[in-house]
């Protein structure tokens, strides 16, 4: 009998030939130690069993005796029915070629299970040359054709990820080039294709980024951390255009700690970055003219008074504002008030240099920061008077031409003063002055006008008497839902009703207040009058509503939620009913702090929302850290909807986004039915401004209550 280990396919030999002689016990135990199966077989259409050895239990589950002269099941039948075709045609074209046959096929076990065999074998001629017998060998591969499989589906699994993730995903050589690229990443960069990128981006230092830096500090943070995460970039697409990245990626090394190269995502984050950029702009900058605001006002002042300070040189500050503006905005209204802001802040711009900047400060007021000037108060003077003539000239409102003027106050660094409110202070004091002076005028400062500063404290001495003497009152606006027009809640307002100069607004006594550090005292008097006021309408039978109240920045410490308890309990009134309003601004003040306490506020029970939302430097992603209910979008923006596109836009963004984050959105300072209707089109949850109630006494807001307990439904 010829076994497996034939070499070639053999005819029979009747040349007698010298053998070994072997013992039938030693090849049976041969056989059956072997891993599989050794058989000899007829080459007819079952492919008939002659000789099968005993391994064949184990890998089929049938006794060789079942499988031999097709007692129970022939080989063929053996074979798994898909695969019968192929392996015949396999195994006769081997035969007929006189080749050694090899194939991986499946057979099915006689309990069902299906297995993968690899079989080996030749086949067997007479002496006259027919093939009369098939032997060979079959061994069970299940296990690898199985791990071949799945690595096969893990890779296929992977490149479909690969091919279709929305990110780019890259592997990169240290030297800078691209080894592998997915379409993404091609469609980020512009390419047509991952192999067209990979071809024309052979150099990413230079042909990539912007900043070719920038691979060098990539290079490093691998170095430093072995990866990077939100590595945010300028870089160029194929076509010029430049566009914003964000980089996670990691080193990746052989087994020898050899670096082999990095891989990676990339995300497209131009449009937000764009959004960030606005959203720095419209804190920094005044919404209606584009001047920077009073905030950029103070840090560039700063960085003036410190350049100042190092190189010398004099800085002049001057304090703008307009003689006539609010005769013209009351008469004609605000629209074409704003109008002339505007062309109030180009003609001032136009007097200036590139190192000077103009700032709005607020109102009719504007600031100009003048550095550097050589030829002292002479050229200052030249400065003044251009604006002067600038702000004068003629301007057009509709038919009717008018002659706008200006009063100019003027400090100088170092001689006024030496920080940012002293110089500001002065030149505002300048400013008065000019006033005085008949307007149209600009006047320096001089020691003299230090006088004003007695108004300052008689202003002081009156808050601290008007806070003993109880002149402080609190007027209650009302929130509608946008929903059904329902009264959802009121805001607290104080106002100081004080003997000598009547009802003052908040905007007047507010700074002083907090100058003089009576804010806190006065807060803590406005928080303790609305939760008893609240607690006393609930008591009357009318329908239950949280009150907000404003918190200063200086009430914002760890003492604030204890006294907030306090208050709730001396009052009466459940927490639910109340609500906390704080800046933008104070919530990103000290941001770790400041979590910390709102946190212990709202384990209270109390509602807490953020204030003049779009007026800081927050965005909406870092806002959902603190544990805020709502944000109130800024006036300032509301104002604008109707007629600015870039304020609508901002709006619809806030609401939307704030509404992805689970937060109420309350709209202030709405006026007209145009705002009402944008607003209520765009899915903004509450309301509050002049449109639907002025600020009121307690009076009048609590009949406004039982008016609206009163209606249907």
Known sequence: MKTAASPVISDHDNTPAQSIPRSPRLLETLLANLDGVVYRCRDDAQWTMEFVSEGSLQLTGYLPEELLLNQRVSFLELVHPDDRQMVRAHVDDCVRLRRRFDVEYR?????????????????????????????????????????????????????????????????????????????ALARIYGYRSPEDLIVSLRDIRHQLYVEPDRRSEFMRLMEEHGSVSNFESRVYRRDGDIIWISENARAV?????????????????????????????????????????????????????????????????????????????????????????????????????????????????????????????????????????????????????????????????????????????????????AKEQ??????????????????????????????DQQEFKLFYQPKLSLKDGRIIGAEALIRWESPEQGMVAPDRFIPFAEEAGLIVPIGEWVLRTACRQNKAWQDA???????????????MNQALPEFVANVLAESGLSASWLELEITENVVMKDAEKTVATLNTLKRLGLQISVDDFGTGYSSLSYLRRFPVDALKIDKSFVRDIARDADSAAIVKAVISLAHILNLRVIAEGVEDEEQHAFLRENGCDEVQGYYFGKPMAVADFTERLRQEASRPG
Request: charged share 25%; aromatic share 8%.
């Open 107 to 183: 057979i099915v076990h006689a309990g069902g299970a299906i297995r993968w065999v690899w079989g080996r074998g030749v086949g067997i001629c007479n002496a006259a040359g027919e093939v009369e017998a098939l032997e060979g060998f079959m061994q069970d591969v299940t296990e690898r054709k199985e791990a071949a499989q799945a690595l096969q589906e893990a890779e296929r699994r992977y490149r479909s990820i690969f091919e279709n993730a929305i990110e780019g995903v890259f592997q990169t050589t240290p030297d800078g080039t691209y080894i592998a690229v997915n379409p």
């Open 253 to 433: 090394y052989d087994d020898a700690g050899a670096l082999v190269f990095y891989e990676g995502t990339v995300e497209a984050i131009t449009e937000r970055k764009l959004y960030e950029a606005e959203m720095r702009h419209q804190a920094t900058h005044d919404a209606l003219t584009g001047l920077p605001n009073r905030n950029m006002l103070h840090e560039h002042l700063q960085r003036a008074i410190h350049s100042a300070r190092q190189k010398g040189g004099l800085t002049a500050v001057a304090f703008v504002d307009l003689d006539q503006f609010k005769y013209i905005n009351d008469s004609l209204g605000h629209q074409v008030g704003d109008e002339l802001l505007k062309t109030v802040a180009q003609r001032l711009l136009s007097c200036l240099r590139d190192s000077d900047m103009v700032a709005r400060q607020g109102g009719d007021e504007f600031v100009l920061v003048l550095q550097n000037q050589t030829e002292g108060d002479v050229g200052i003077a030249e400065v003044m008077q251009r604006i002067l003539a600038a702000v004068s000239r003629p301007w057009q409102a509709g038919e009717r031409e008018f002659h706008i003027t200006s009063s100019i106050g003027v400090s100088r660094y170092p001689t006024d003063g030496k920080d940012v409110e002293t110089l500001l202070k002065k030149a505002d004091s300048a400013m008065y002055k």
């Open 438 to 467: 008949g307007r149209n005028n600009f006047q320096f400062f001089a020691p003299w006008m230090d006088t004003q500063v007695s108004n300052r404290l008689e202003m002081l001495i009156s808050l601290r008497r008007a806070l």
């Open 541 to 555: 039978g009318l329908p239950p509503i949280p009150v907000a109240v404003n918190l200063s920045p200086r009430q």
